[in-house]
């Protein structure tokens, strides 16, 4: 009888420790469910039309004539993407007050030139490398500008006032980064060098003869812009 009864203790323990050996198993080992899995977020896909807007400081040399002011505007663009590199076209409209003068003296002459940029436009390929979220690419393309130069300058006895002013057209090259905050939202940092060449001024002067001269107008623009995806 002894015997029977410490055999079905026996029976008992044993099935009671495999019970809890198969529900630890279930909930992990030690009864805690496992861990989920960690996040990693989806790298965004650069492809796609997207429109924006912009602003920034725009600064130019023009016949030694220091100018700067601020710019605004918008862009448009359509990227194509093969694996981390993205190809593209962009093209931008801005407003702007990039201005100055300069007094100068040179020998048998002086006086005092200004220049002003009311507006410029771009159209430019872009290529870049995106690994993640990030997008750093370089830029390049055809620029547009009006460009108003002025001189008023005295040589000798003759008082010369000298004008050009009209659309201009050059080149841009240039670079930025994007970061994409969203599927569908990004924000960009851009630099650009336009050189629009030589604008040639004519004027008379008041002793009654032609005189022209020329300038040589490039500007550089900083910018700040966002930048949403269809």
């Known amino acids: 009888m002894q015997r029977t009864t410490l055999g079905a203790v026996a029976l008992v323990a044993f099935g009671l420790q495999g019970f809890e050996t198969a529900t630890a198993a279930d909930l992990g080992g030690y009864g805690v469910p496992p861990p989920a899995p960690a996040y990693e977020p989806v790298a965004p896909t650069w492809q796609g039309l997207y429109f924006g807007i912009n602003s920034g400081y725009g600064f130019a040399d023009t016949g030694g004539v220091e100018n700067d002011g601020f710019i605004g505007g918008g862009q448009v663009g359509y990227n194509w993407q093969r694996d981390t590199f993205v190809f593209g076209i962009e093209g931008d409209l801005q407003a702007a007050d990039i201005s100055g003068s300069q007094d100068y003296v040179w020998p048998g002459a002086f006086g005092r030139a200004t220049s002003d940029i009311d507006w410029f436009s771009t159209v430019?390929?872009?290529?870049?490398?995106?690994?993640?979220?990030?997008?750093?690419?370089?830029?390049?393309?055809?620029?547009?500008?009006?460009?108003?130069?002025?001189?008023?300058?005295?040589?000798?006895?003759?008082?010369?006032?000298?004008?050009?002013?009209?659309?201009?057209?050059?080149?841009?090259?240039?670079?930025?980064?994007?970061?994409?905050?969203?599927?569908?939202?990004?924000?960009?940092?851009?630099?650009?060098?336009?050189?629009?060449?030589?604008?040639?001024?004519?004027?008379?002067?008041?002793?009654?003869?032609?005189?022209?001269?020329?300038?040589?107008?490039?500007?550089?623009?900083?910018?700040?812009?966002?930048?949403?995806?269809?």
């Open 124 to 230: 430019r390929a872009r290529i870049g490398y995106a690994p993640g979220r990030t997008l750093m690419y370089l830029t390049g393309g055809v620029a547009w500008a009006d460009i108003d130069n002025s001189v008023l300058e005295q040589r000798g006895p003759a008082t010369i006032s000298y004008s050009g002013s009209g659309t201009e057209t050059g080149y841009t090259l240039g670079g930025g980064m994007e970061y994409a905050f969203t599927a569908n939202t990004t924000a960009k940092f851009e630099y650009l060098y336009m050189d629009f060449g030589d604008t040639k001024l004519t004027g008379i002067g008041s002793d009654g003869n032609a005189y022209s001269r020329s300038v040589d107008n490039d500007a550089h623009v900083v910018r700040l812009g966002v930048n949403f995806k269809f």
